[in-house]
């Protein structure tokens, strides 16, 4: 099936640095959205990507849709300690009837 | 809006017993609901589609007469794991697709454990 190559697995950093992960896959996505998950909850949409190109930012969140298609990037800036936790990027390879595909987190980890 | 609950939360069964885990979206209906299961450390393997007033589509590796699927309304479906064994132990999330969009919102998980 479709996998979502997702790095890096873990990141370290001081409160107040800029984050970088990203995403890609071995196939078009027709869809990229970023998600967090706490522990022991559900994930939270943080943001949705639609089409190739398209750069969306939530607060000191900004995500990018790769012109290829096979890749996405997720950047927090500024981090604090609210934004420990697992980020996951996930896509519909086909027209969005199907469930998601998951890639493997990051897990963001804030050291005071 | 798009509130998914999940109930319950967690819970606690003995090896051959058969647990039901309800999904529902409270705000919105979806004709779709989906069930994904996530094991410690790991991310989320989607386990089938569930429509409404129709049959389940599971995915490659999940035993449909394992885990029952029942998509009964459009703000409503349940998961039930039958005959559960303590391989079966993970965190079951379910997530619902709001009619006439391709965003899914996920309710907050079941921890399931079997002793």
């Known amino acids: 099936g479709q996998q979502l190559n997702q790095s890096p697995q873990s990141m370290f950093i001081q409160e107040g640095e800029d984050v970088s992960m990203n995403c890609t896959s071995s196939?078009?996505?027709?869809?990229w959205l970023w998600y967090k998950q706490d522990p022991g909850e559900g994930p939270v949409l943080l943001i949705a990507?639609?089409?190739?190109?398209e750069l969306t930012s939530n607060g000191r969140l900004t995500a990018q849709f790769g012109i290829t298609r096979k890749d996405s990037f997720l950047n927090i800036s500024a981090s604090i300690p609210s934004d420990v936790g697992i980020y996951f990027c996930?896509?519909?390879?086909?027209?969005?009837?199907?469930?998601?595909?998951f890639g493997k987190g990051t897990h963001l980890i804030i050291q005071p | 809006g798009a509130v998914v609950s999940q109930h319950p939360s967690w819970v606690i069964c003995k090896s051959g017993t058969s647990v039901k885990i309800e999904c529902r979206s409270l705000?919105?209906?979806?004709?779709?609901m989906f069930w994904y299961r996530q094991f410690p450390k790991q991310s989320l393997m989607l386990m089938a589609t569930?429509?409404?007033?129709?049959?389940?589509?599971?995915e490659q590796g999940v035993e449909k007469d394992k885990f029952l699927i029942n998509h009964a309304s459009l703000t409503l479906s349940t998961l039930t794991v039958t005959s559960a064994h303590p391989e079966d132990s993970s965190f079951y999330i379910c997530?619902?697709?709001?009619?006439?969009?391709?965003?899914?919102?996920f309710g907050p998980g079941t921890r399931l454990t079997v002793l």
């Open positions: 705000d919105f209906q979806a004709t779709t």
């Open positions: 196939s078009i996505f027709n869809t």
């Open positions: 569930s429509n409404e007033g129709s049959k389940a589509t599971y």
């Open positions: 990507l639609y089409k190739a190109g």
């Open positions: 996930a896509g519909y390879p086909g027209g969005g009837a199907d469930g998601l595909t």
């Open positions: 997530s619902a697709r709001k009619v006439g969009t391709d965003t899914q919102y």
